[in-house]
């Protein structure tokens, strides 16, 4: 774990302009930068980066957050590899557990290993016609090779012998280049192949998928799993299509290196593939998250038809509402490769384009995969039985509705009855909205404008009379969690980006990351300061009436010598003498 302590401070430290401007050209405009959205596909600015708040916010698709999120999003890293950029950009050291570091340090010379090895390969290509020839005759240029890395592994045993000082560093068999056999003889993993580097999303070389140049058995061949390679989480040339995919919004998912090679080659570029397995949680999660639309693109034959359902059934898994996932299977006998190079690219895009969406998909394979057919009442039982478990699997609510309503309207039942029957539960509600959430943000409420003022300048959070903020409101549990984390020493001031990234993964993050947007870049403090008093003051006199209005119910059946004694006191309070100071406390 980092130290929450250390994160703050790096936020403190950085400018989240000069982290965007890595990756976006920003436009001064007014107070604020713009620029085109990187995260949706755009004409007109709507995506905005606050200096002062330490924010981003686009108006289009609602992605924001602080520069910590905002690499997390651009780069689809991981919160410690975003942490871990950051830091390094401003020369500190990030702290971190024993074992984190231990594993790190372990997996640092591998990547460096497979560095070394990329570039032999790559040196190799350059100076074998046989490879050169392969690769031309795959319509393939020098500069698409370039883009990925490609190289080529010589023919022979012990080649990497010249790359490497100790061909016997036991570091070479734990990356996966070099083989042991049973009689302790080491020869390369990799021989007469075309090489397909596989980098991770900070561009080093974690693996390499190795297909042969004419008939052979495997065609291709993959890096095992390693210390620093786990094919179930990677997928190919990611960081290559991570420009386009952001850009279309969409994301097309192949089997082969060649196909995410050769479709990058006809200018089809936001390609991806599974490494050498079927698509995994890992990889839908990844891919939900880098677009809106995903479409998994298979070969028309068995082992495609098992992917694309595979597929299917994982991605029921972890779907969101505001997300499409479809199948495309290819017909006749042509891969996505071959395909574009005797069509071109417009021809398919129309055809990635006419891709089955995932109910329709679950719906047909179902009934013709499980002999399920709805024309007769066994088979319409048999429909409902099969579907249970992958409807219990659904995460998405509203998809969930809808494709029960399917299975009903074809088993000729009622939606409630095949939910009954599928032992369907609700879906948990703390997935998507807190369960101490009772109700929405009401921006009338007291609470709502204390947070509005609190989130400019999150020390006065320590100055509310918490006992009469409601915390059944969720704008009065964050005004709550703001002062527990003032009292406790752990939040720094800065902008509503460090407060964002403080409350990242809590059920205040949509709360915050709603009203920062919104917030003043030149806050007039005084009338601020006015407006949070007045509010405090609203606070006091609402809980003042409240209590009069108790104590006089309780009066009909009699009150206590103190009781009367506080009812007159909160009267006069309320409706003082005349001349008299209105008193404004209780």
Same mark, same amino acid.
């Given at each position: ?126 100076? =074998? @016609? ?5 690769? /031309? &005759? $795959?319509? %393939?240029? +020098?500069?698409?090779? #370039? ?75 993959? =890096? @095992? ?5 786990? /094919? &179930? $989480?990677? %997928?190919? +040339?990611?960081?290559? #299509? ?89 017909? +006749? ?254």
């Amino acid at each position: 774990m980092i130290p929450e302590s250390f994160v703050q401070e790096l936020l403190a430290r950085v400018d989240i302009v000069d982290v965007v401007e890595r990756y976006v050209p920003l436009r001064k405009a007014g107070a604020n930068y713009s620029a085109c959205c990187p995260f949706h596909s755009e004409k007109t600015p709507s995506f905005t980066v606050s200096q002062s708040k330490q924010f981003y916010h686009c108006f289009g698709c609602g992605a924001h957050g602080s520069a910590i999120g905002f690499l997390m999003q651009h780069a689809g890293i991981g919160f410690v590899e975003a942490v871990e950029d950051l830091a390094g950009s401003v020369g500190l050291q990030v702290p971190h557990e024993e074992r984190n570091r231990a594993e790190r340090a372990k997996k640092a010379p591998l990547t460096e290993l497979m560095a070394r090895a990329m570039r032999f390969y790559r040196e190799q290509l350059k100076v =074998s @016609p046989t490879a050169i020839d392969y690769l /031309k &005759g $795959r319509g %393939l240029t +020098g500069e698409i090779a #370039a883009k990925f890395g490609l190289g080529y592994a010589p023919d022979g045993w012990q080649n990497l012998d010249r790359v490497f000082d100790d061909y016997n560093e036991p570091a070479l068999v734990e990356c996966g280049l070099i083989i042991v056999n049973e009689q302790g003889r080491r020869y390369d993993r990799f021989r007469d192949r075309i090489m397909f580097p596989i980098l991770d999303q900070r561009g080093n070389v974690i693996g390499f998928g190795g297909r042969v140049l004419g008939q052979g058995e495997p065609k291709y061949l993959n =890096s @095992p799993e390693t210390p620093i390679f786990e /094919k &179930g $989480r990677e %997928l190919y +040339g990611l960081p290559q #299509a991570r420009k386009a995919i952001h850009e279309q919004d969409t994301v097309l998912v192949v089997e082969g290196y060649m196909d995410v090679v050769g479709l990058a080659q006809a200018g089809v570029e936001n390609v991806v593939a599974t490494l050498g397995t079927a698509a995994t949680g890992a990889n839908v999660q990844k891919l939900i998250k880098t677009a809106s639309r995903v479409v998994f693109c298979f070969d028309r034959d068995s082992a495609g038809d098992r992917a694309a359902w595979k597929a299917m059934d994982v991605a029921l898994e972890f779907v969101t509402d505001n997300k499409a996932v479809e199948i495309l299977q290819m017909e +006749g006998n042509q891969d996505p490769d071959e395909y574009v190079r005797e069509h071109g690219k417009e021809a398919f895009v129309r055809y990635m384009n006419s891709a089955t969406r995932l109910s329709e998909f679950f719906v047909r394979e179902l009934m013709r995969q499980k002999d399920a057919n709805p024309n007769t009442p066994e088979g319409r039982a048999r429909l409902v039985h099969e579907a249970k478990p992958y409807l219990q699997k659904v995460s998405a609510p509203a998809l969930r509705v809808q494709l029960t309503k399917d299975i009903a309207r074809l088993a000729q039942m009622t939606q409630a009855e095949v939910e009954a029957i599928c032992e369907l539960k609700p879906l948990a509600r703390s997935r998507y909205a807190p369960a101490s959430m009772k109700h929405r943000p009401v921006p009338s409420s007291i609470e709502y404008k204390l947070l509005e003022v609190v989130l400019h300048k999150p020390t006065w959070a320590a100055s509310l009379p918490l006992e009469l903020v409601d915390t059944e409101r969720p704008e009065g549990a964050l005004l709550h969690a703001i002062a527990d984390a003032i009292d406790h020493g752990e939040l720094p001031a800065g902008g509503v980006g460090l407060l964002l990234e403080f409350f990242r993964g809590s059920i205040h993050e949509p709360l915050i990351a709603a009203l920062a947007p919104s917030m003043s870049d030149d806050a007039d403090w005084a009338a601020m300061e006015a407006l949070f008093n007045d509010a405090i003051a609203h606070l006091r006199h609402g809980a003042r009436d409240a209590e009069i209005k108790a104590l006089t119910e309780r009066a009909r059946q009699g009150l206590s010598a103190e009781e009367k004694r506080r009812l007159t006191e909160l009267l006069a309070k309320k409706h003082p003498p005349p001349g008299s100071t209105k008193a404004s406390g209780l």
